[in-house]
């Protein structure tokens, strides 16, 4: 389906081309304003290429027609400010408060943060299973093998195995 496109394309202060064309795409259209100007390139030019929508046109027309001034063709949705916010307010031991010794105002709860839950085999946690992943890349001599065996990645093991000088420089 051909698509209506509106262009304009100008040089400095002067415009070179301002219409219409019909096409199937944007780059038809492009195209279009090449051959139009006799120009293989469009540099140091300013062109839009807009596509119109053919519905909103026959909508426009079939309105201008029918003879309304515009004032109810569509469906128009007023635009109405945004409620205003709160005012901000510090809520520390250096708020202000209404009397010297009554408690500062109550606001919300500050979030506690919680320290992230370990995770399993991170180095600097300390935890049994890097002793067990060397035992076991100490029997088998692989690691990745030993990697795999326990769900970590066989770069980490061979990080880990440099930083603590395991036996046999993996």
């Given at each position: 389906m051909d698509k209506l496109y509106y262009i304009v394309?100008?040089?400095?202060?002067?415009?070179?081309?301002?219409?219409?064309?019909?096409?199937?795409?944007?780059?038809?259209?492009?195209?279009?304003?090449?051959?139009?100007?006799?120009?293989?390139?469009?540099?140091g030019l300013?062109?839009?290429?807009?596509?119109?929508p053919v519905p909103l046109i026959r909508e426009i027309v079939a309105?201008?027609?029918?003879?309304?001034?515009?004032?109810g063709a569509a469906n128009v949705v007023p635009i109405k400010a945004p409620d205003p916010t709160p005012p901000a307010g510090r809520y520390?031991?250096?708020?202000?408060?209404a009397?010297?010794?009554?408690?500062p105002a109550e606001g919300?709860?500050?979030?506690?943060?919680?320290?992230?839950?370990?995770k399993v085999g991170n180095p600097g946690h300390g935890d049994d299973l890097w002793k067990k992943?060397?035992?076991?890349?100490e029997k088998c001599g692989n690691l990745?093998?030993?990697?795999?065996?326990?769900?970590?990645?066989?770069?980490?093991?061979?990080?880990r195995a440099r930083r603590e000088n395991w036996k046999g420089d993996a």
């Open positions: 394309c100008e040089d400095n202060e002067t415009t070179l081309f301002d219409g219409r064309y019909q096409g199937r795409t944007r780059g038809a259209a492009l195209k279009f304003l090449k051959q139009s100007l006799g120009r293989k390139s469009l540099n300013v062109f839009t290429i807009t596509e119109i309105e201008i027609l029918a003879g309304g001034d515009g004032t520390d031991a250096f708020a202000e408060t009397e010297p010794g009554s408690p919300p709860a500050p979030k506690k943060r919680r320290k992230p839950a370990a992943v060397r035992a076991h890349w990745s093998e030993a990697a795999r065996k326990f769900g970590l990645s066989p770069n980490s093991v061979k990080t």
